[in-house]
């Protein structure tokens, strides 16, 4: 899943601002920045505010973006003539880019797609040809990077080793920068972002009107920008802490209603912190209460644990394909009751 934020433009989240002056500071090398990170902290908004530093007409003392300027106001408009920002079809509303038929193809018709097109990747190399409009530099924005499949990234190439004078690139990436194609990551100046400070994502959370920001938080590995999605989809913190006891009630009326993506991205993490608990470490999503609910750890429960997250994890991979529709959340639940039974002791066991 790839997670942006909605429009923040000129400025990064706050537990950004430190790589923003670090990536302003060093990029004078550089004509391409590969700015890496987990999806949930941000990189796509960060990638944003380093365009806009770059185009700002009066950049602030930090070198950052004023945010009031011409540039800065087409910037956030998505309408700036230097900037050309390429997300697949899927993120375009969610990058705040207008969602356009292609090529005269409604594509309300069909699912849109969630990879880089080759032809979006030529569109921004002519892009690069064209002089810039407003001043000396332009930009090209990709997002995210791991969605360049082998020929695009080849079509970049020469690009990147020789830009046109003025044109600077900045890809985000939500994966490590050693699952990149070598090609592309090779050519870039990296800037990795960390996972944000608790205190400043809670207090973030707590901004954004989300309660139980420690809860959701946990739930999405520390990132808060997963967190958001999360609850604006639905799924609160309450949902969150109740899940442990409706599984071992088997009780899936409750979930019903929670796509099954989502589904069983948590009973993979239910998975994986009951792993965890049986050989005695601390839960990573979920409360430490929850999970000694059932008893000690017992580590004859990893043989079940262990079957249960290979069959998850072949779920997930094709978790959005439509054949899932006829996976009814009933039989998940019935399964993962069933496995926290045969797990035993270190699981709860009620009936
Ligand atoms: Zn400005």
Redesign the pocket.
Known sequence: MVVLTERETCRPLPWLEAALQQALNGAHHSHALLVHGPSGTGSFGFALALAAAWL???PSADQT?????T??RLLAARTHPDLHLIVPEALRAEAGLPVEAQDGEDVRKRKPSREIRVEQIRAALDFCTLTASRGRTKVVLIHPAEQINAIGANALLKTLEEPPAGVRFVFSCGVSPESLLPTLRSRCQLQRLPLPDRALALAWLLDQGVKEGDVVLDASGGEPLRALAMVRSGLDGAAWRALPDRLARGDATALADWPLPVLIDALQKYCHDHMLHAIGCAPRYFSATALSQGGPPVRSALMALTRWAIELRELAQDAEHPWHAALSCEALVSHAQGVLREAGGSIHSRP
Not at 65 to 69: K, L, P, S, V
């Open positions: 700002c007409e009066q973006a004023c945010g009031h300027c540039s800065c």
